[in-house]
């Protein structure tokens, strides 16, 4: 284990951020977006696992209509479910020390803007859903299951025994979403086929994103040499488990979504859409992740084909 942290990377990143955050500088253009055309979808149809299915391409385009609406809410909610029940979590276990090796000043300050980015992350896709709730007369929601990432974190979670463990899977899981996220985010930010708002959001938010994941590969180096052989087995143990947690498609979500726009066959064809191979990616860039791992030369311990990218 030969990787030391940056510190000239941690200063660049804590000077700039009264600058760069969209926190500072975005505040605006989401208090006062583009006006909304009805016309104009919420959600991109390509994304959707079942956008080809022929039961759905035969609903009617009111129904279709509804199902992208419902998807951009669910979209969001992944995101804000990511933020809440993950990131800031472990934000707040690292600023109140529960990982030796994380007490400097400089990984400290960009934490704290990190969390400070995260809260404010939770409240632009917030707005948004809010936004398409009205615009849309949204009167009613399908129950939504928690997200297949926060899933299989809980899962973990349950078969482990000791808090450390638990500490652990905590800090992988936001290890690999802070590295991987914009892959998510990208999905959405440069698209031109839907509100406008809905790509403006990811793009904002991939922004501050594409800071977070520098500030995570240093937390991860700083606390990594200090974390005990077994502490060490686990980390490397669960990264493969958050990775394929993170770029899922989220089959559980769609049932209820379809049922909820009258489209008949629903658990037909979420079914269908499971079984079909080579449909069960979400998210496909694995480059971030790559890198730390290689900076931590644990690369040959990891148990995952990257080659599914
Ligand atoms: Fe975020
Ligand atoms: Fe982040």
Known sequence: ????????????????WPNRATVRTDMDRLAEPEEYDRAVPDYPVRLL???????????????????????????????????????????????HGVFPGTDAFAIKQAVQQTHV?????????????????????????PGYPPTVTYRRLVEAERKTTEQWERDLLKLVW???????????????????TIQPLHALVPRLHARDESAHSSVMIEVVKALYPHLSTAQRQAFVRAIPQALNAFVAQDFDVWPAVLRHAGIRDADEIVHDCRRAAGNNLLVRDFSGIRRIVRELEIEDRIDYDFSAA
């Not at 909610?77 to 979590?89: G, M």
């Not at 409240?123 to 929601?141: F, L, P, S």
């Not at 690999?176 to 914009?182: A, D, G, L």
Request: charged fraction near 20%.
């Open 174 to 192: 936001t290890t690999v979403s802070e590295i991987s996220i914009n892959a998510y985010l990208e999905l959405l930010s440069r698209d031109t």
């Open 117 to 141: 980015d995260e809260v404010w992350h939770t409240y632009m896709h917030m707005i948004a859903m809010q936004r398409t709730r009205q615009v849309r007369a949204v009167a009613d929601e």
């Open 49 to 95: 696992p079942f956008a080809e299915h022929p039961a759905f391409t035969a609903a009617a385009p009111e129904q279709r209509q509804q199902v992208l609406t419902l998807a951009w809410l669910v979209y969001n909610e992944r995101v804000i479910a990511a933020e809440e029940h993950v990131a800031n979590p472990t934000f707040a276990m690292i600023m």
């Open 1 to 16: 284990m030969t990787s030391t942290i940056d510190s000239g990377v941690l200063r660049r990143l804590a000077n700039s």
